[in-house]
């Protein structure tokens, strides 16, 4: 295909994206304007970025923060509008770098990186949107904080960090209804006053619209099937 084939096709199926987006939003009653898009960029280069941001699209998301340092500064030269969300992972060494290049990270999921990422945004004068990253599966492989530990970790990070979170994330099981991880991450956020729901992925947005996400995380639904695949963790 030549390049310009694939930027009509990336369009069209952001386009299609919008379109199911929509349809959920209606049959749930709510208002688009609560529902953030989020396109994964993982893995893809800037030639499969571009036609995205040519589209309108301006709400990106990766899950390293070496890869997104290698590929975003040279395309937000261009954007300044742009919103770069953290969906994966966060190792405390690399804090510093993600407080300065993300407008979000959705993966707080322990003390020690709360305390850290509250010290860089003080150190850099930055105020990120900051999801607590909550392990509904209680899988052993995945990230996030345990459902039994999660208010005491919110509380703790407003209270002795300082941390303004605005909202919870998850990733459900593969095997299991993501529906039921939703609900469970809509009570929680609920019971803590919080807002935000990160939750819902090229598989699933429409379901997790219906739980109330605000911010959806889509990437293969986007950009296509990714070649090297990173699982979300
Ligand atoms: C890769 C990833 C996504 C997007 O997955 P798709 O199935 O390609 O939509 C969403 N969230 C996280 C945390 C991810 O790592």
Do not use: Y
Request: charged share 25%; glycine share 8%; proline share 5%.
């Amino acid at each position: 295909m030549k390049q310009s084939d694939h930027d009509v096709l990336a369009a069209r199926r952001l386009e299609k994206v919008h379109e199911a987006i929509g349809e959920a939003a209606l049959q749930a009653g709510r208002d688009l304007d609560e529902i953030s898009l989020i396109a994964v960029s993982k893995t893809f280069g800037p030639d499969s970025i571009r036609p995205v941001l040519a589209a309108g699209q301006r709400m990106f998301g990766e899950n390293r923060v070496q890869e997104a340092m290698a590929k975003w500064p040279p395309m937000r030269a261009d954007n300044d509008d742009l919103d770069l969300h953290l969906i994966g992972p966060l190792q405390t060494n690399k804090a510093k770098e993600a407080v300065a290049l993300f407008d979000a990270i959705h993966t707080i999921d322990r003390p020690k990186l709360a305390r850290i990422v509250a010290e860089q945004q003080r150190a850099q004068g930055r105020a990120l949107k900051l999801f607590v990253q909550v392990n509904t599966g209680e899988e052993p492989q995945k990230a996030g904080i345990l459902p039994k530990e999660a208010k005491r970790f919110v509380l703790q990070c407003r209270e002795e960090f300082g941390l303004n979170v605005s909202g919870l994330m998850c990733i459900p099981p593969q095997d299991e209804e993501a529906g039921i991880h939703f609900a469970f991450l809509a009570k929680l956020a609920d019971e803590l006053g919080l807002a935000e729901l990160s939750m819902g992925m090229s598989a699933d947005f429409q379901t997790a619209i219906r739980f109330g996400a605000t911010h959806i995380r889509v990437g293969s639904a986007i950009f296509g099937e990714r070649t090297h695949n990173r699982a979300p963790q």
